[in-house]
């Protein structure tokens, strides 16, 4: 009972300031995110470390940097349909070739894969976040920015009761021995019914485009969660930290947001609703 009060209060306070940095728009989420991108980068290095894997952890962190501050609207666009953000992960990749070059250690090639993958995870897909709040209006991405936060959430909320009760057949066993069929399919409902009944309020989009996107939105969120189970079962990790109390650490909390974000984003870009 103290471990799961401990895990309510850490969620109520993190979703608080997640409200509170969302309704402030960039001026507050972009150093949120900078901070949020730093500790989850540290985390990432640090279960790496306790497997004598190693990345340019300098370089890491400043290229991860530079991807949160050119995921700020409105910037210039480099060349036509063009983003900056491509422009710091092209440049990262050529620095990371030759800077192995010049300074060579062990095993160069494995340094560079998983300083790349360290940007990619991390960092450019939280800069989806500063994406969607404004898509495609400051005032209409807060609407579309609320509906991953709280599909997520539902499905959360709906795997694990339908897991508890219903769990008979192991969804991913050799990733996340606690996670079923049942939950999955207990998670996707719930999502649609949160969906549904947001859209119905905000007044946006059909039945079929709530059940679509509930099902795209649950399908990648529980994707993220079993992405870096994924991670951390190949490097031996319970946790990603302890900067959680009760949960773990930052990037334990985030993986889920990590994938269904940039998902509500592409898709609204795409034009699928």
Same mark, same amino acid.
């Given at each position: 009972?103290?471990?799961?009060?401990?895990?309510?209060?850490?969620?109520?306070?993190?979703?608080?300031?997640?409200?509170?940095?969302?309704?402030?728009?960039?001026?507050?989420?972009?150093?949120?995110?900078?901070?949020?991108?730093?500790?989850?980068?540290?985390?990432?290095?640090?279960?790496?470390?306790?497997? +004598?894997?190693?990345? $340019?952890?300098?370089?890491?962190?400043?290229?991860?940097?530079?991807?949160?501050?050119?995921?700020?609207?409105?910037?210039?666009?480099?060349?036509?349909?063009?983003?900056?953000?491509?422009?710091?992960?092209?440049?990262?990749?050529?620095?990371?070739?030759?800077?192995?070059?010049?300074?060579?250690?062990? $095993?160069?090639?494995?340094?560079?894969?998983?300083?790349?993958?360290?940007? @990619?995870?991390?960092?450019?897909?939280?800069?989806?976040?500063?994406? @969607?709040?404004?898509?495609?209006?400051?005032? +209409?991405?807060?609407?579309?920015?609320?509906?991953?936060?709280?599909?997520?959430?539902?499905?959360?909320?709906?795997?694990?009761?339908?897991?508890?009760?219903?769990? $008979?057949?192991?969804?991913?066993?050799?990733?996340?021995?606690?996670?079923?069929?049942?939950?999955?399919?207990?998670?996707?409902?719930?999502?649609?019914?949160?969906?549904?009944?947001?859209?119905?309020?905000?007044?946006?989009?059909?039945?079929?485009?709530?059940?679509?996107?509930?099902?795209?939105?649950?399908?990648?969120?529980?994707?993220?969660?079993?992405?870096?189970?994924?991670?951390? $079962?190949? @490097?031996?990790?319970? +946790?990603?930290?302890?900067?959680?109390?009760?949960?773990?650490?930052?990037?334990?909390?985030? +993986?889920?947001?990590?994938?269904?974000?940039?998902?509500?984003?592409?898709?609204?870009?795409?034009?699928?609703?």
């Amino acid at each position: 009972m103290e471990t799961l009060s401990v895990r309510v209060l850490t969620s109520v306070v993190s979703f608080g300031l997640v409200v509170l940095a969302v309704l402030f728009g960039w001026p507050a989420m972009l150093p949120a995110l900078l901070l949020v991108s730093f500790q989850c980068l540290r985390e990432y290095v640090r279960m790496l470390d306790r497997r +004598d894997l190693d990345v $340019r952890h300098i370089s890491v962190y400043l290229f991860g940097s530079a991807l949160i501050l050119t995921s700020l609207p409105g910037l210039p666009a480099p060349w036509q349909g063009g983003s900056w953000r491509e422009v710091i992960l092209g440049f990262a990749l050529f620095y990371f070739l030759v800077i192995e070059v010049i300074r060579p250690g062990e $095993r160069p090639l494995e340094r560079i894969v998983y300083s790349l993958f360290g940007l @990619l995870y991390i960092p450019w897909l939280l800069g989806y976040f500063l994406l @969607l709040r404004y898509t495609p209006t400051a005032e +209409d991405g807060l609407i579309y920015f609320a509906l991953p936060l709280l599909a997520t959430f539902a499905t959360d909320i709906g795997g694990f009761f339908a897991g508890n009760f219903f769990g $008979r057949r192991k969804l991913a066993p050799e990733v996340s021995p606690g996670k079923t069929v049942e939950g999955a399919v207990g998670g996707l409902v719930a999502s649609f019914l949160l969906v549904l009944l947001v859209t119905r309020v905000a007044g946006i989009w059909s039945l079929f485009d709530a059940l679509l996107y509930a099902a795209l939105v649950a399908s990648a969120s529980q994707l993220g969660d079993l992405s870096e189970s994924l991670l951390k $079962r190949s @490097l031996g990790a319970k +946790d990603s930290g302890n900067s959680m109390p009760g949960h773990g650490g930052l990037l334990d909390r985030m +993986d889920s947001l990590l994938f269904a974000v940039p998902i509500t984003y592409l898709f609204l870009q795409l034009g699928v609703f």
